[in-house]
């Protein structure tokens, strides 16, 4: 079964304080792997799109890294706006995605 | 238009009750996408819409929920005989071809069934 897990469920850094969230996946077939982010009462909004293992993205503070099973998405010198949740999807044969739980995100300053 | 948009932004309804939720996706975008989202739940595929018709109905989670799409544009998710774990935002998205990932989400409906 296509299976997409996040971890940490939230994450709490200071303001500066560089990490990484976690996207693990079990797909057949993986077309591709996304990424999104979501603040409070809104719809998700497009971040990135991975195909192959070893590519890598990145936009501002952000970074997303794929390998055969898992995504990393590194956040350097988060500054506070970059509080929200981010969510990991892929798209395997057949085309729906398939979303993680996410991964909230709180920056303070 | 600009984005997708969703109407109504809110829907408080009583049990056993039909509520329609509307999406009106980007202009010229032919795959229209409905989800689910309940509290601290990832995002649960309902349908998928390529043009009028709906090859993956898949995720709808039983025979009260239905959804049409009319003119290849804006699209009607229907529920009937709501039931409190209808409960959820109902998320729409839209893209310019099928199934490409970069989808274009609404704001969602939040629907609250008492």
Redesign the interface.
């Known amino acids: 079964e296509d299976q ?1 897990t996040q971890s940490p469920e939230a994450l709490r850094l200071q303001e500066g304080e560089s990490s990484s969230l976690n996207c693990s996946y079990t797909v057949s077939g993986l ?2 792997l ?1 990424w ?1 982010r979501q603040d409070p ?6 971040l990135f ?1 991975l195909y192959s293992a070893g590519e890598e993205k990145e936009k501002e503070r952000l970074k997303a890294t794929l390998t055969k099973k898992e995504s990393f998405l590194h956040i350097t010198a988060p500054k506070p706006e970059d509080s929200a949740t981010y ?1 990991c ?1 892929v ?1 395997a044969i ?9 991964t909230e995100l709180s920056v303070k300053p | 238009g600009a984005g ?1 948009s969703q109407s109504p932004s809110n829907k408080v309804t009583e049990k056993g009750k039909d509520v329609e939720l509307r999406c009106d996706p980007i202009s010229g975008h032919t795959a229209l ?1 409905w ?1 689910r989202q309940s509290l ?6 309902l349908i ?1 819409f390529q043009g009028n018709s709906a090859p ?1 109905k898949s ?1 709808l989670p039983s025979d009260r929920f239905s959804a049409e799409r009319t003119g290849g544009s804006v699209s009607t998710l229907t529920i009937q005989r709501t039931q409190q774990e209808d409960s959820a935002v109902y ?1 729409c ?1 839209s893209s310019l071809a ?2 490409r ?8 409906t939040r629907l609250t069934v008492v």
């Open positions: 997409v077309r591709g996304f999104y009462g809104k719809g998700p909004e497009f799109t969510l999807a798209q057949g085309g729906k995605l398939i979303f993680g739980q996410g | 997708v996408y989800y601290g739940q990832g995002l649960e595929f998928y993956d995720g998320l998205a099928e199934y990932g970069g989808y274009t989400f609404g704001s969602g």
